[in-house]
């Protein structure tokens, strides 16, 4: 079963930055993780889950409008990893932000994960 934890989340004023990670169960190959379309979604109180940034098994990223300029998605294939570098943070951002991922396609915002969800990491922008 594929499992993906996310972290990095905590709160900080506007203005400043952190960096999550996700990092997929050991049971997945590095083989099977580097072939994955990756993500990463939020959710705001009383909003709906949104897709944030994505990236491809060949690393062609994608951004939503409301973050393009300020956050930066990678990966690391030999680490089973990714991670979401964000600058700049508004209160807007605050969220608990998710990642996630499928085998064969590519995530956009008509074509969901493949996995179960995890627990998130809470992203807070607050002065």
């Known amino acids: 079963q594929v499992q993906l934890v996310e972290s990095g989340g905590g709160t900080v004023q506007p203005g400043g930055s952190l960096r999550l990670s996700c990092e997929a169960s050991e049971i997945i190959s590095r083989i099977s993780y580097m072939g994955w379309y990756m993500g990463w979604y939020r959710q705001a109180p009383g909003k709906q889950r949104e897709l944030v940034a994505t990236?491809?098994?060949?690393?062609?990223?994608n951004y939503a409008d409301s973050v393009k300029g300020r956050f930066t998605i990678s990966r690391d294939n030999a680490k089973n990893t990714m991670y979401l570098q964000m600058n700049n943070l508004k209160a807007e951002d605050a969220a608990i932000y998710y990642c996630?991922?499928?085998?064969?396609?590519?995530?956009?915002?008509?074509?969901?994960?493949?996995?179960?969800w995890g627990q998130g990491t809470q992203v807070t922008v607050s002065s």
């Open positions: 990236i491809t098994r060949t690393g062609s990223t």
């Open positions: 996630n991922a499928h085998p064969t396609r590519p995530l956009t915002t008509a074509s969901g994960p493949a996995y179960s």
